[in-house]
T-cell receptor, first 116, second 116 residues
Framework: AQTVTQSQPEMSVQEAETVTLSCTYD???????LFWYKQPPSRQMILVIR??????QNATENRFSVNFQKAAKSFSLKISDSQLGDTAMYFC?????????????FGTGTRLQVFP | GAVVSQHPSWVICKSGTSVKIECRSL??????MFWYRQFPKQSLMLMAT?????????EQGVEKDKFLINHASLTLSTLTVTSAHPEDSSFYIC????????????FGPGTRLTVL
């Protein structure tokens, strides 16, 4: 069975600084997807970034980038130039790579607070 | 981007009554939708996978007779909490799988259920 672990329950960062959120996972699959989702106080889940396991290049989306280490089964999220609007819960998630459908397996989340 | 709506956004009901929550994909067809439950300050817990035209697949420990799921069309799935009790109070989130978008899951805004 797949598991996703986020070892940092809470993190804080000052506005404009950089912060890294950790995520590790366990799987015997060779091909899969990894995601970071953001859940602000509104509780709307928002996809931040996704990584396909077969791609060696780390995904980036503007101020958000990942450090994907497949051998170590590590998938950290780096937020650069943090903004007050980044304050939210961040969930790391895993999904098997299939043609049709599969479920997301979420980590326990990291609550990020951005201070002015 | 793909939009998923949920209705109602919040509901208060008396113990013993049933409550129906709707999940709609507004601008894409979703053969698969997922229903999650989220307790305060916790992660999303998958309850069931809803496939259009077939029976839902429930996760272990989720009572299928308690949480009835119907996915009668490619844009609508419903979750009915039958004979609700205070312990069913929670935040319920649906997501819809967009096969046209790399099987990405798009989340609804959630429904807060309070059972008195």
């Amino acid at each position: 069975a797949q598991t996703v672990t986020q070892s940092q329950p809470e993190m804080s960062v000052q506005e404009a600084e950089t912060v890294t959120l950790s995520c590790t996972y366990d799987t015997s699959e060779s091909n899969y997807y990894l995601f970071w989702y953001k859940q602000p106080p509104s509780r709307q889940m928002i996809l931040v970034i996704r990584q396909e396991a077969y791609k060696q290049q780390n995904a980036t989306e503007n101020r958000f980038s990942v450090n994907f280490q497949k051998a170590a089964k590590s998938f950290s999220l780096k937020i650069s130039d943090s903004q007050l609007g980044d304050t939210a819960m961040y969930f790391c998630a895993f999904m098997k790579h299939r043609l049709n459908t599969d479920k997301l397996i979420f980590g326990t989340g990291t609550r990020l607070q951005v201070f002015p | 981007g793909a939009v998923v709506s949920q209705h109602p956004s919040w509901v208060i009901c008396k113990s013993g009554t049933s409550v129906k929550i709707e999940c709609r994909s507004l601008d894409f067809q979703a053969t698969t939708m997922f229903w999650y439950r989220q307790f305060p300050k916790q992660s999303l817990m998958l309850m069931a996978t809803s496939n259009e035209g077939s029976k839902a697949t429930y996760e272990q420990g989720v009572e299928k007779d308690k949480f009835l799921i119907n996915h009668a069309s490619l844009t609508l799935s419903t979750l009915t909490v039958t004979s609700a009790h205070p312990e069913d109070s929670s935040f319920y989130i649906c997501s819809a799988l967009n096969g046209e978008a790399y099987n990405e899951q798009f989340f609804g805004p959630g429904t807060r259920l309070t059972v008195l």
